[in-house]
């Protein structure tokens, strides 16, 4: 829309106050921080002699600008936002933590007092009573020791830590190292869970570990929840004699297992294509990788790393049922600009709701 404003066809007098605070055309920004918001406390009014004879001329190219810095100061203030956000709500359950590629991954869930990864332990992973490891890389189990040794300090009871079968041996010769150089005390119940064994974290929740493919051995997580059902030839039964029944010792319900939550780690796009990963696909929150977000690298590079690809999520979102789908594990070389543009294309192609995860990450404004 173009809109006409009066102004000087010749150069404007100084003693004469001028529509604008300065006497050329505003360059929106200045300096190198951030571009100049632009209120009405910037502008004068015309003096009346001036106004009532204005030469009018097309402001199109002005008022481009204004927008201009309307729209990358909104970008802004948005990008902080993204930066500050220190917990997500997605599928009625609260998120935090953070995930950047090669430097730390730890997701927290509180409802379930648990932990996926624990990176460098962060503060907040102190407090949960369950770690699941998916594999031995340093950004997801480096600071392992630490979190039981802060739980110790304390006074929390010890933690539940869950890991790949393959590398049990492994992690009690790590913490042999840290009680025999710190001389401490450090107690905790270590879990070798492997893929398709059920794990109950208390009576209406419990844990199954799925297949994964990384560049060592992996493994995600599914958190069910668990109800009872009725068994179909015990309904038309009263309540005196459903009673009777159960007191007998007889087995009058089904258990209904409810993906919640799944987790994948580090790995390639390939267990999308698992059928015996069915249940990650279709849980409530489904948190996965996508390391790599645009053309600058290909799928066939994410695969030899071990890693997924946006475009490999993108096609095969078919597969994907959960309600909302948390992306994790960007490259930091990616901007937060750069994430939420490229989740843009997948939110199209998926009913889901796509949230990235972005602590951690800078703004291009920062």
């Known amino acids: 829309m173009q809109i006409s404003l009066p102004l000087f066809s010749s150069p404007p007098n100084p003693k004469t106050p001028s529509l604008l605070p300065f006497q050329q055309l505003p360059n929106i920004f200045h300096g190198k921080g951030k571009p100049t918001t632009l209120t009405t406390r910037n502008f004068h009014f015309f003096h009346p002699k001036i106004e009532s004879n204005p030469f009018i001329v097309k402001a199109s190219s002005f008022l481009s600008g204004i927008g201009l810095a309307i729209e990358e100061e909104e970008d802004y203030r948005k990008a902080r936002a993204a930066v500050i956000r220190k917990g997500i709500e997605l599928g009625g359950y609260a998120i935090e933590g953070l995930s950047i590629g090669g430097q730390e991954t730890c997701i927290i869930i509180p409802e379930f007092k648990c932990a996926f990864d624990i990176g460098r332990c962060p503060t907040r992973a102190i407090h949960q009573n369950f770690v699941f490891i998916t594999h031995a890389h340093l950004d997801h189990i480096g600071g392992l020791p630490m979190y039981v040794a802060s739980r110790g300090l304390y006074s929390l009871k010890p933690p539940t830590i869950f890991v790949p079968p393959c590398i049990k041996e492994d992690v009690e010769k790590l913490f042999d190292i840290h009680r025999a150089m710190g001389q401490v005390e450090l107690n905790f119940d270590l ?176």
Request: no cysteine; net charge positive.
């Open 191 to 366: 879990v070798a869970l492997d893929v398709g064994e059920t794990y109950e974290l208390r009576n209406d929740v419990v844990v199954r570990p799925f297949r994964t493919q990384h560049v060592i051995p992996s493994q995600g997580y599914v958190i069910y929840s668990v109800r009872k059902k009725l068994k179909k030839q015990y309904i038309h039964l009263k309540g005196k004699q459903i009673e009777k029944l159960k007191k007998s010792g007889v087995q009058i319900t089904d258990m209904i297992l409810s993906p919640e939550v799944a987790f994948t780690g580090d790995t390639t796009a390939e267990y999308m294509l698992d059928p015996r990963n069915a249940d990650a696909l279709r849980a409530k929150v489904l948190i996965t990788e996508a390391t790599f977000l645009d053309e600058n690298f290909t799928t066939e590079h994410a695969r030899q790393r071990g890693h997924t690809h946006l475009f490999e999520i993108i096609e095969n979102a078919k597969w994907i049922r959960s309600k909302a789908i948390l992306l994790t594990h960007f490259s930091s070389r990616y901007s937060v600009e750069d994430i939420r543009e490229a989740v843009l294309k997948l939110q199209s192609k998926v009913s889901a709701k796509v949230v990235p995860l972005t602590e951690g990450f800078k703004s291009m404004y920062s």
